[in-house]
């Protein structure tokens, strides 16, 4: 268990509002990761952090903004929702040996 | 890019019975994660391989490195329900810090 929490677990939110889900380590660890897993697509990385204030894109980062103000928490901004937005988010962060832990998942639909 | 294939890609056996899952590589394997996910839930890190020849093994889980086939395989001995779910292999990919994944296998266990 690398303490690492996800907020909300699910939500249901209609197309055009923003949402901003939150990851929250307890670890002090540098890189953060958010992805998405979609059937028939697997895991796809949005955007990870290496440090406070320092952000990259991943593959499918349109649609979606990140903020990392704190080592622990890392913010993955939805500016206006949209259905194909809809999916499973999860959070991971990078440890010892690299290994990457993920957290429990944020359950997002957009109607 | 790097790409993992894994096979198969679902599988189906009787409690008490042996099997083996493999992740093939398209380019040289330095090091390889593996990981379990059930449904609806986070992925769950369960062995690191580091080096060629490498084999680890946790509880009934064995995972092994083959770098000159560029392939990495888990065997779970005495199957049971709790083993069931979906495996995954990872690596990180090229210069990026992305974790690129195999297609996945769905392991489902009969009692």
């Known amino acids: 268990d690398a303490g690492i929490t996800q907020s909300p677990r699910h939500k249901v939110t209609e197309t055009g509002t923003p949402v901003t889900l939150r990851c929250h380590q307890t670890?002090?660890?540098?890189?953060m990761y958010w992805y998405r897993q979609d059937p028939g697509h697997g895991l796809r990385l949005i955007h990870y952090s290496y440090g406070v204030k320092d952000t990259d894109k991943g593959e499918v980062s349109d649609g979606y903004s990140v903020s990392r103000s704190k080592t622990e928490d890392f913010l993955l901004t939805l500016e206006s929702a949209t259905s194909s937005q809809t999916s499973v988010y999860f959070c991971a962060i990078r440890g010892s040996t690299d290994t990457q832990y993920f957290g429990p998942g944020t359950r997002l639909t957009v109607l | 890019s790097q790409e993992l294939e894994q096979s198969p890609q679902s599988l189906i056996v009787q409690e008490g019975k042996n099997l083996t899952i493999n992740c093939t590589s398209s380019?040289?394997?330095?090091?390889l994660y593996w990981y379990k996910q059930k449904y609806g839930e986070g992925l769950i890190f369960l062995m690191m391989?580091?080096?060629?020849?490498e084999e680890k093994s946790h509880e009934k889980i064995t995972a092994k490195l083959d770098e000159k086939k560029q392939q990495s395989s888990l065997h779970i001995t005495a199957s049971q329900p709790s083993h069931a779910g979906i495996y995954l292999c990872g690596v990180y990919g090229g210069a990026t810090n992305k974790l690129i994944f195999g297609t996945g296998t769905l392991l489902a266990v009969q009692p």
């Open positions: 391989l580091q080096k060629g020849g």
């Open positions: 670890e002090n660890h540098r890189y």
């Open positions: 380019k040289t394997l330095y090091g």
